[in-house]
């Protein structure tokens, strides 16, 4: 999987395990967060009453097509506790690379770059390759407000019929 900002230059690949990050992020906009829930105004609603109260739910219902909204519970599962008192996060600039083990530091506090050179640059190849096919953007980039994911469920979806 692939991220290229090619506005900014910052870019990563995720390749197994792995994920290499490159080029400068706006450390303005990256801070670490940990558990904070950021840019969530007010308290996120009810996955389980989100889906119970959807259209696809009231549909299957309507036929005798129920979900059962038990197994919804499993996302709690998914939380992932991170120790936001890591004092070395990783930033890379134009002349380093930040590589993490996404399954043993999926909050991303270790940087492996210097311990696996051969993956970095192999890595770095396949996103070098993908980076050749990146169509670059028109400048400026609007950011319509009406977007933001508070206005649609906590979630990035379409605003724009």
Same mark, same amino acid.
């Given at each position: 999987?692939?991220?290229?900002?090619?506005?900014?230059?910052?870019? $990563?690949?995720?390749? &197994?395990?792995?994920?290499?990050?490159?080029?400068?992020?706006?450390?303005?906009?990256?801070?670490? *967060? &940990?558990?904070?829930?950021?840019? !969530? /105004?007010?308290?996120?609603? $009810?996955?389980?009453?989100?889906?119970?109260?959807?259209?696809?739910? &009231?549909?299957?219902?309507?036929?005798?097509?129920? /979900?059962?909204?038990?197994?919804?519970?499993?996302?709690?599962? =998914?939380?992932?506790?991170?120790? !936001?008192?890591? =004092? $070395?996060?990783?930033?890379?600039?134009?002349?380093?690379?930040? *590589?993490?083990? /996404?399954?043993?530091?999926?909050?991303?506090?270790?940087?492996?770059?210097?311990?696996?050179?051969?993956?970095?640059?192999?890595?770095?190849? *396949?996103?070098?390759?993908?980076? =050749?096919?990146?169509?670059?953007? /028109? *400048?400026?980039? !609007?950011?319509?407000?009406?977007?933001?994911?508070?206005?649609?469920?906590?979630?990035?979806?379409?605003?724009?019929?």
């Amino acid at each position: 999987m692939f991220e290229i900002d090619d506005y900014t230059g910052y870019a $990563s690949i995720t390749y &197994g395990d792995y994920k290499l990050i490159t080029g400068k992020p706006d450390e303005n906009h990256s801070g670490y *967060l &940990g558990g904070d829930l950021r840019g !969530v /105004i007010d308290s996120p609603p $009810s996955y389980v009453d989100a889906i119970a109260n959807s259209k696809v739910y &009231g549909a299957l219902h309507s036929i005798g097509r129920t /979900i059962d909204t038990n197994f919804l519970t499993l996302r709690n599962k =998914t939380i992932i506790n991170c120790d !936001v008192s890591a =004092t $070395s996060i990783c930033y890379p600039s134009n002349n380093t690379v930040c *590589l993490f083990n /996404i399954i043993e530091d999926p909050c991303e506090t270790t940087d492996l770059s210097g311990t696996y050179p051969e993956l970095v640059a192999s890595m770095q190849s *396949l996103l070098d390759v993908e980076m =050749t096919k990146m169509i670059p953007r /028109i *400048l400026p980039t !609007v950011i319509d407000p009406m977007s933001a994911p508070s206005l649609h469920n906590f979630t990035w979806d379409t605003w724009i019929d």
